[in-house]
């Protein structure tokens, strides 16, 4: 027998790592191993997919196994028997909420505790002659510095060995397969694994490269959702290794994940995002998706369908040989839809089947009954309401929950707003920190731009006196924002004015009504484009007509500045005569501005296409055409449409649009 293998055949590994195990089953050291962590959870029915050649001969550490290490056949020498469980945790990461677990951790960090500890009588008892650890974090492991007190304490002195590993790259993680290898004694099978690594690496990378597009797609990786985490350590690494490209555009001075703010990410707006946290498996990462919807739906990716879900906890967050899968299935979900890529890749033995690692997340489809323009709120609290306060009584029963609500009365008596998004607020809402998610009366969401901004429209605090408004009713089409660019061309034309965007939309579900948007991608349009923006939420069962709701809108802008000469109201509409007549009888009382109005369609594409703003479509009412929501709109849709018979434009509500005016600088998008 060699010394290698009699090094190996007395080998006795305690496994602190989930990665480090998983690298001891590669390198065919399952019997080896006495002790492993409670996260070490590969079942019988899941081989490890990368794993070396048998090297070795009659040294019982499992060689005869070599089709693929299974957890249950790990033990110390006595064959069937489970290694001992060497760490507790603090936390139940499978009953908790990520952002219950994002408080625990913060807080075992301020603290400086570990939320996992060591069994120290199971790992004295295992008697390990090499433990493996790791100081690359000591809120998510048992700290490295608890090992060594440990050895310390309870082994005699050359009895133990401590491998501490913190790789940060990918170069590094594969790497240490060779560390590991060397420790154990069998080098060679860490050499073949580290070269079995990058062959797979390079597969991948060489179906990539069969696409089509001349760009990579940009790719967002969530390592953790609330609050939300990009991408850390290796896994940009494995995004390069895919053939992707990372969407955050800004470096970091640390290889660690950082949390985003939900603005950075939808400035970045991803052609694809993959949600892959730490710790959890597919099932779960679905879950927390579809529970995140609300803060996903402004993204591209979004209406698109083009997020997916993966198990963050076997393919990403563990530094080991599953990574190669990691890659593959990047690689996947970022080419989705390019039909010689997808094939080429499913041509690689080790790539994970859809549902099996990796799925594209189905998001519920929601009713879509909000109330818009034309629409009356027929049901009855405001009536409630309104009685309440020729009473001066401070509450009202709503008729339809029989909750007692505040009313407009009580909220003048208490002098200021109370920061809680209330039903009857009459200051705007004021103090209110969230207004995209709270408000239930108009209010601004976007004040505009800082005043020493060089923007073209001012922001509310610098309209001076005796100004001209014009309110654009504002849906995030591309009529809208067409209709912008035409008003920068004729306030450069003529005497200046100031501009004021107006949308309404669902105060319940806050979307947008028939756009199939929320109200975060409007607000995300007038922050790019520098305009204020006023956001008037409909409120089902209040009982208010739509064009009263409109007028309390106006109001608002009136308080916010009290002294102004004019008002004019301006909408997109192309031709419809009907919706014309309707506004011109609702609005008698204002100015009314139609920009658009009988622009020939060819006009507008080419104006569309000068701005260099995709547009794409955000919902569909039609079935004919197989049209569908997340198209392009384009000079060929547009006339593919009306080969169908139908509006090229959408004008008789066959499908709505987004116009992504952030996909191009603000001069650019206004067309200056």
Same mark, same amino acid.
């Given at each position: ?10 080998? $006795? ?198 696409? $089509? ?76 998706? $579809? ?10 990716? &979004? ?64 009713? *879509? ?143 947008? *009504? ?25 409120? $089902?069962?209040?009982?208010? *007509? &739509? ?111 987004? *116009? ?13």
């Amino acid at each position: 027998m060699t010394a290698n293998a009699t090094r190996a055949a007395t080998l $006795r590994i305690a496994s602190l790592l989930p990665s480090t195990t998983d690298i001891c089953i590669s390198l065919r050291l399952e019997h080896n191993i006495v002790g492993i962590t409670h996260e070490c959870d590969f079942p019988p029915s899941h081989p490890l997919y990368l794993s070396a050649a048998p090297l070795l001969a009659d040294t019982g550490t499992g060689d005869e196994h070599h089709g693929g290490g299974r957890i249950s056949n790990v033990s110390s020498g006595k064959p069937n028997t489970k290694p001992r469980a060497l760490t507790v945790s603090q936390i139940d990461i499978h009953q908790q909420s990520q952002a219950e677990i994002d408080a625990a951790v913060k807080s075992s960090v301020f603290n400086g505790i570990s939320l996992y500890n060591l069994n120290h009588s199971a790992l004295t008892d295992s008697q390990p002659t090499l433990i493996l650890t790791q100081s690359l974090c000591d809120v998510c492991a048992v700290s490295k510095s608890d090992v060594d007190q440990e050895v310390a304490c309870n082994f005699r002195p050359g009895q133990c060995k401590v491998l501490s590993l913190e790789p940060e790259s990918l170069e590094e993680v594969v790497e240490t397969f060779v560390t590991v290898a060397e420790a154990c004694g069998v080098k060679e099978r860490g050499v073949e694994l580290k070269a079995k690594f990058w062959e797979g690496g390079q597969q991948i990378l060489e179906a990539a490269s069969l696409s $089509r597009s001349k760009d990579k797609p940009t790719v967002l990786f969530f390592e953790w959702l609330s609050p939300p985490f990009d991408a850390g350590h290796w896994i940009p690494d494995m995004l390069e290794l895919s053939g992707c490209v990372s969407a955050v555009p800004w470096s970091k001075n640390t290889r660690k994940s950082v949390e985003l703010s939900w603005q950075q990410i939808y400035d970045c707006d991803p052609d694809v995002v993959i949600v892959g946290c730490c710790g959890f498996d597919m099932s779960r990462n679905e879950e927390d998706a $579809r529970a995140a919807r609300k803060k996903l739906e402004p993204l591209r990716a &979004y209406r698109n369908n083009r997020i997916y879900a993966s198990d963050g906890n076997l393919y990403f967050a563990r530094p080991g040989p599953a990574l190669r899968e990691g890659i593959a299935i990047l690689a996947r979900c970022a080419y989705d839809g390019e039909a010689e890529v997808v094939r080429a890749l499913e041509r690689i033995a080790f790539m994970p089947k859809e549902n099996e690692g990796w799925s594209k997340i189905a998001f519920p489809e929601e009713s *879509a009954d909000i109330p818009d323009i034309e629409d009356l709120v027929n049901e009855t609290y405001m009536e409630a309401h309104d009685e309440a306060c020729l009473a001066k009584l401070d509450l009202y029963k709503d008729p339809a929950t029989g909750y007692n609500v505040y009313t407009e009365y009580a909220h003048k008596k208490r002098g200021k707003c109370c920061g809680s998004g209330c039903r009857h607020c009459p200051y705007n809402h004021a103090n209110v920190k969230d207004k995209t998610k709270r408000i239930q009366q108009p209010a601004f969401l976007y004040e505009g731009p800082d005043p020493d901004d060089d923007a073209v429209f001012a922001p509310l605090s610098s309209i001076p006196p005796r100004s001209h408004i014009k309110v654009l009713f504002f849906s995030g089409g591309k009529d809208s924002y067409l209709t912008i660019r035409k008003l920068v061309k004729k306030r450069q034309a003529s005497s200046p004015f100031h501009l004021i965007l107006l949308t309404t939309f669902d105060a319940e579900s806050r979307i947008i *009504a028939h756009q199939e948007m929320p109200i975060d991608a409007v607000l995300r349009q007038a922050q790019h484009l520098g305009i204020p923006l006023l956001a008037i939420p409909l409120r $089902r069962g209040s009982g208010e *007509a &739509y064009v009263n709701r409109i007028e309390k809108g106006l109001n608002a802008i009136r308080q916010r500045v009290p002294d102004m000469q004019q008002m004019t109201l301006v909408f997109g509409d192309l031709h419809l005569d009907h919706i014309r007549e309707w506004r011109d009888k609702e609005f008698s009382n204002y100015a009314l501005e139609y920009p658009l109005w009988k622009v020939p369609y060819d006009d507008l594409m080419n104006d569309l296409e000068m701005s260099g703003v995709s547009v794409v479509l955000s919902a569909v009412t039609v079935t004919e055409g197989e049209l569908k929501a997340g198209m392009p709109f384009t000079r060929k849709f547009w006339k593919h449409v009306e080969q169908l018979g139908m509006d090229g434009f959408g004008e008789a509500g066959e499908f709505h649009s987004i *116009a992504e005016v952030w996909s191009v600088s603000r001069e650019q998008a206004l067309g200056l």
